[in-house]
C-alpha cells in the first residue's frame, strides 16, 4: 500500500536558520504530494502541494519539489522564523479508487527559538 | 475558500456514554467525507471515510459498531462515539476532499473520564 515517511524529529532551530524536513513516498500510479502544517489544538492547513513530478510547491517562503526518480518530496525553507513552530506532516492522495484518501507521514515537530 | 466547520471543539463526557461531533461543509457540497484520529503527537490514522447517501467505509481495525458514521447530506457527517472508554479519548478530525485539495476541520478534543 501507499506509505510516507518523514525524518525524524523533532527539529530544533534557531530563527533565521535553513530548515529542511525529508519525506520519501511509495505509491502506485501518480499520487499528488502535500504538505500540511498543524498548530497546537488545531486541525491542518495546506501549505504546499505539487500534483506531478518536478512540479514545485511554494508558499510563505517554504519550496518542496517533486521528485519521482527519489520518490521525494523534501520541505525547505531558508530563514524560519519563532511562528513557523508547528508539527508538519507530509501526505500523499493516491490517484486510484480509494476516493483519494490521503495518507500521512507521521509528522516533524519544529521549534524555531529566538 | 472551502471551509469545514467542526464541533465541538473539546468534550468531556463519561465512560459509557456517547459523543457526536458534526462536520459542515459551509460554502461547498462535500461528496466525501473522511475521519481521522490522532493520538498525541502522533499521525493522523484515517479511520473510515464516508459518502453522501451510502455506507461509510472502515479502515481495518475501527469497530464500525463504536465509531458510527453518518452522512445524510451534502454538507453534514457525524461521527458518534458510542460507549465511550477512556481509550477513546483521543483527538478527532474531519476532512473533505474539494477538487484536487482537502480541507480540515479545526478538530475535536475528546476526553472520556
Known amino acids: 500500500g501507499d506509505s510516507v515517511t518523514q525524518m525524524e524529529g523533532p527539529v530544533t532551530l534557531s530563527e533565521e536558520a535553513f530548515l529542511t524536513i525529508n519525506c520519501t513516498y511509495t505509491a502506485t500510479g501518480y499520487p499528488s504530494l502535500f504538505w500540511y502544517v498543524q498548530y497546537p489544538g488545531e486541525g491542518l492547513q495546506l501549505l504546499l502541494k505539487?500534483?506531478?513530478?518536478?512540479d514545485k510547491g511554494s508558499n510563505k517562503g517554504f519550496e518542496a519539489t517533486y521528485r519521482k526518480e527519489t520518490t521525494s518530496f523534501h520541505l525547505e525553507k531558508g530563514s524560519v522564523q519563532v511562528s513557523d513552530s508547528a508539527v508538519y506532516f507530509c501526505?500523499?492522495?493516491?490517484?486510484?479508487?480509494?476516493?483519494?484518501?490521503?495518507?500521512f507521514g507521521q509528522g516533524t515537530i519544529l521549534t524555531v527559538h529566538p | 475558500g472551502a471551509v469545514v466547520s467542526q464541533h465541538p471543539s473539546r468534550v468531556i463526557c463519561k465512560s459509557g456514554t456517547s459523543v457526536k461531533i458534526e462536520c459542515r461543509s459551509l460554502d461547498f457540497q462535500a461528496t466525501t467525507m473522511f475521519w481521522y484520529r490522532q493520538f498525541p503527537k502522533q499521525s493522523l490514522m484515517l479511520m473510515a471515510t464516508?459518502?453522501?447517501?451510502?455506507?461509510?467505509?472502515?479502515e481495518q481495525g475501527v469497530e464500525k459498531d463504536k465509531f458510527l458514521i453518518n452522512h445524510a447530506s451534502l454538507t453534514l457527517s457525524t461521527l458518534t462515539v458510542t460507549s465511550a472508554h477512556p481509550e477513546d479519548s483521543s483527538f478527532y478530525i474531519c476532512s473533505a476532499r474539494v477538487q484536487n485539495d482537502y480541507t480540515f476541520g479545526s478538530g475535536t478534543r475528546l476526553t472520556v473520564v
Open positions: 505539487a500534483t506531478k513530478a518536478d
Open positions: 501526505a500523499l492522495a493516491d490517484g486510484g479508487t480509494s476516493y483519494g484518501k490521503l495518507t
Open positions: 464516508s459518502n453522501e447517501g451510502s455506507k461509510a467505509t472502515y
